[in-house]
């Protein structure tokens, strides 16, 4: 059995290898002609049948500028590959034992070439690191030297336009990466996985320029890789063609076959890799500016009434969270106006969505009603519990009374800013215990020093009491009395408080509860308990001291408020 671990290792010792080394001609050059453009479209594969990967893609080259010896080209593209569930990573079948690629781009990369193809200069342009090389290079190939030997040198000794050949080798070092197959090396880094072995690899090319017909001239070649101080030992061997269009100076279309050929365990194993790059047609790319102006025109026209209905009916409650999906989707695609309707249609739909999808409904109706912009993205920002949010409310202190659901914001320890936060659990000494928003990052124990309000405009999914308001309560006389016997209750001497949570108990003693005082209607004594819950019960029920207190509150909240305030003591 091969290990897969081994495969995908000698799979990335192919990184450098798919792009060929370039070479100069006269008068076959690349185009010099400053912002030129031409775009491809891409093709890789990866493996046959039903384990292999694939994955599409656009390449676009635009002239920059162009001296005699340097030619400037930008080039920007990606690769899309195709995989069963979104991911960054991508492959034809869950099960295959092939390996898959990262998504790659490269924006606004900068290729030096000169303009016989030798490139030069490569900046910001994403590695793929696996079998590809560079995205950005997969349609710069080499063009035939002034120095290439004629196929038939008798042919050309008699002035006949004939095929010409060279030969190229190259020592190169490679390097082999142990992460794990398709991390980037960025994630490797940080893991601290991205140990390098250093070995000697041969590589040997033959190219063949045949004679241009119609200003269309075919390159074709034969590749060759030997790496036997690898481990395991390995080889790729391939051939390709090419046809460049010596009049507008690019290639009209490539295509590379390689086989990598890997011994592990005694068993040879062969991973076949095809790339297909076709210069995009004149037709496709008038269809495609069309599409464009299309869309253009769609994100500015106004709203129909039709529009409106169908997509407020989508964002009701009672539709199903795929329309309503669809619905957000396509009002995104739409510029930004208002619309305060749609606006609430989208702020209710956030209410009732995943905590997943909430935060794009609630950027969504920021975008329709100026507003409530800002209620929109503070609610999108403690809605999800990943990076900064942009406002908090007044620090968290140890007087404060938390619950747990509660949402709050967190000092970022390593970075700047504050996080959205939830409380999870309660402790002793003003410590509790937080979990990002949305549950998916770790439980921490903080000190509530480092936590702050949410704004007023972010709601609350658990009711949160607020703190019992400030009473100024004239002292009472002081009796003397007897000392009380053991067996004695003590009572309390400090004034109780209307709206503070005390213990209520009924006549018989077996009987109590924790609740605040609300108010006492057609003699019964309505009450909310510390869970939020209001709840009655007959005065004729309770204990002669709870009655009394009862009717003392309602006394009190039904007197005339004192129209005489103290200014100065």
């Not at 880094?189 to 072995?197: E, F, L, T, V």
């Not at 800013?417 to 999870?424: I, L, Y």
């Not at 007023?456 to 009472?476: E, F, S």
């Not at 006492?520 to 308990?529: A, E, F, H, I, T």
Request: net charge neutral.
């Amino acid at each position: 059995m091969v290990h897969r671990k081994n495969l995908f290792r000698g799979i990335l010792l192919a990184a450098m290898f798919l792009t060929a080394p370039t070479f100069a001609a006269d008068p076959v050059h690349f185009s010099s002609q400053a912002g030129a453009t031409v775009t491809y479209k891409i093709n890789i594969q990866i493996g046959i049948g039903k384990d292999a990967g694939k994955y599409p893609g656009t390449l676009t080259y635009q002239v920059k500028s162009a001296t005699p010896e340097l030619i400037q080209l930008t080039a920007t593209g990606d690769l899309q590959g195709k995989a069963s569930r979104p991911s960054s990573f991508f492959r034809s079948s869950n099960d295959s034992p092939l390996p898959t690629l990262e998504s790659a781009s490269c924006r606004g990369a900068l290729l030096g070439i000169t303009p016989l193809g030798k490139v030069e200069v490569v900046q910001r342009d994403d590695m793929l690191g696996l079998v590809l090389g560079t995205i950005g290079q997969l349609a710069i190939a080499p063009l035939p030297p002034a120095a290439a030997a004629p196929v038939n040198p008798r042919a050309a000794q008699k002035g006949a336009d004939v095929a010409v050949t060279w030969d190229v080798s190259d020592t190169t070092t490679i390097a082999r990466v142990s992460s794990p197959f398709g991390m980037t090396p960025s994630f490797a880094s940080r893991a601290g996985i991205d140990n390098k072995k250093l070995s000697i690899a041969t590589e040997k090319w033959k190219y063949v320029a045949h004679p241009a017909v119609r200003n269309r001239m075919k390159i074709d070649h034969q590749y060759e890789l030997s790496a036997p101080d690898s481990d395991p030992p390995l080889k790729m061997q391939g051939e390709g063609i090419a046809f460049f269009n010596l009049e507008d100076g690019f290639y009209e279309q490539l295509q590379i076959n390689r086989v990598l050929f890997q011994v592990d365990d005694g068993v040879e194993v062969k991973v076949p890799v095809s790339i297909t790059v076709v210069r995009e047609t004149e037709q496709e790319r008038a269809a495609k500016i069309a599409a464009a102006k299309e869309a253009a025109l769609k994100r500015t026209r106004p709203f129909t009434d039709i529009e409106r209905r169908q997509w407020l009916q989508a964002l009701a409650p009672g539709s199903s969270a795929a329309a309503a999906h669809r619905a957000m989707s396509d009002l995104n695609s739409r510029n930004q106006r208002q619309d305060p309707e749609l606006a609430q249609a989208l702020l209710k739909r956030a209410e009732i969505s995943d905590k997943n999808m909430q935060p794009f409904y609630y950027s969504a109706a920021g975008r329709f009603d100026e507003s409530i912009k800002q209620m929109a993205e503070d609610r999108r920002d403690y809605s999800r519990g990943i990076g900064t949010v942009k406002r908090t409310g007044a620090p968290v202190t140890t007087a404060s009374r938390l619950v747990v659901g509660q949402i709050l914001a967190k000092s970022r320890e390593r970075f700047s800013g504050h996080e959205a936060v939830e409380v999870k659990e309660i402790h002793d000494r003003n410590e509790v215990s937080v979990q990002p928003v949305g549950g998916h990052g770790r439980v921490e124990r903080v000190n509530v020093s480092l936590l702050r309000y949410p704004p007023d405009t972010v709601p609350q999914p658990v009711h949160v009491r607020a703190a019992p308001r400030a009473r100024r309560v004239a002292p009472k006389p002081r009796v003397v009395m007897e000392e009380p016997e053991e067996n004695d209750e003590v009572e309390d001497e400090s004034e109780p408080e209307m709206d503070a949570i005390r213990t209520w108990t009924d006549k018989t003693g077996k009987f109590k509860i924790e609740a605040s005082f609300l108010a006492v209607k057609d003699g019964k004594l309505r009450l909310k308990s510390a869970d939020d819950k209001t709840i009655e019960i007959p005065l004729a029920a309770l204990s002669k001291k709870d009655v009394d207190l009862a009717e003392q509150f309602q006394e009190e909240s039904e007197a005339p408020a004192n129209p005489f305030q103290v200014v100065t003591e």
